[in-house]
């Protein structure tokens, strides 16, 4: 489930790169439509391919969704429990002797745990950086040339771009490099309530 997610999560963020530089070269892609086919229009063509990049954005939108919908509240169990493990195997850790193999192991054990979680904080977070991005790869494109109602439909669609893409576990918690950071000093918290009561 850990690669699968990642994966999903990795794919949002590659498309939302491609409809990006869609979006920056979509006049550029337009005036050469028009220059092969002359008999079209440059502002029907430039609305076509803008509708292909909304399209294209929606799909993006709607798998982020999904995932979120399927494995939201399994990544949130994830998270508290992968939090306390971490929390009890570092209890576990200091009493043992760094040469012994059980050390060995349970610093494994202790990096896995880690790399699990941080794959899901770190896709997530790469997501929500290039959802950030579209707005100004929108901005970034050739606009003035184009009609004025090509011009107020990028307006709203920059407007609905302002708010990014955040895969989140359980809607609740944001897939973050901070939640990971988060969910590590909580667990050091924990850890340090235990060394004091012990």
Same mark, same amino acid.
């Given at each position: 489930?850990?690669?699968?997610?990642?994966?999903?999560?990795? #794919?949002?963020?590659? #498309?939302?790169?491609?409809?990006?530089?869609?979006?920056?070269?979509?006049? @550029?892609? +337009? +005036?050469?439509?028009?220059?092969?086919?002359?008999? $079209?229009?440059?502002?029907?063509?430039?609305?076509? &391919?803008?509708?292909?990049?909304? +399209?294209?954005?929606?799909? *993006?939108?709607?798998?982020?969704?999904?995932?979120?919908?399927?494995?939201?509240? +399994? *990544?949130?169990? #994830?998270?508290?429990?992968?939090?306390?493990?971490l929390c009890m195997a570092a209890y576990k850790i200091v009493s043992l002797s760094?040469?012994?193999?059980?050390?060995?192991?349970?610093?494994?054990?202790?990096?896995?745990? &880690?790399?699990?979680?941080?794959?899901?904080?770190?896709?997530?977070?790469?997501?929500?950086? @290039?959802?950030?991005?579209?707005? @100004?790869?929108?901005?970034?494109?050739?606009?003035?040339?184009?009609? &004025?109602?090509?011009?107020?439909?990028?307006?709203?669609?920059? @407007?609905?771009?302002?708010?990014? $893409?955040?895969?989140?576990?359980?809607?609740?918690?944001?897939?973050?490099?901070?939640?990971?950071?988060?969910?590590?000093?909580?667990?050091?918290?924990?850890?340090?309530?235990?060394?004091?009561?012990?």
């Open positions: 489930m850990d690669a699968f997610i990642a994966t999903v999560l990795n #794919q949002c963020k590659t #498309q939302l790169i491609i409809l990006r530089m869609n979006f920056e070269s979509l006049p @550029e892609r +337009a +005036a050469d439509v028009v220059k092969s086919e002359s008999s $079209l229009s440059y502002d029907a063509v430039l609305m076509k &391919l803008f509708r292909e990049c909304l +399209a294209h954005y929606e799909k *993006i939108t709607e798998t982020c969704k999904m995932l979120q919908d399927i494995f939201g509240t +399994a *990544i949130l169990i #994830q998270f508290g429990i992968g939090g306390w493990i760094m040469l012994s193999t059980e050390f060995a192991s349970m610093t494994l054990f202790i990096s896995c745990i &880690l790399t699990e979680l941080f794959l899901y904080c770190y896709y997530g977070n790469e997501v929500t950086d @290039e959802s950030n991005r579209v707005s @100004e790869s929108i901005y970034s494109m050739e606009w003035r040339r184009a009609g &004025l109602s090509f011009q107020r439909s990028l307006v709203l669609v920059m @407007e609905r771009a302002k708010r990014p $893409l955040r895969p989140a576990a359980g809607l609740v918690i944001p897939l973050s490099l901070d939640t990971f950071v988060k969910i590590i000093k909580s667990s050091y918290t924990f850890y340090a309530v235990l060394r004091q009561t012990k």
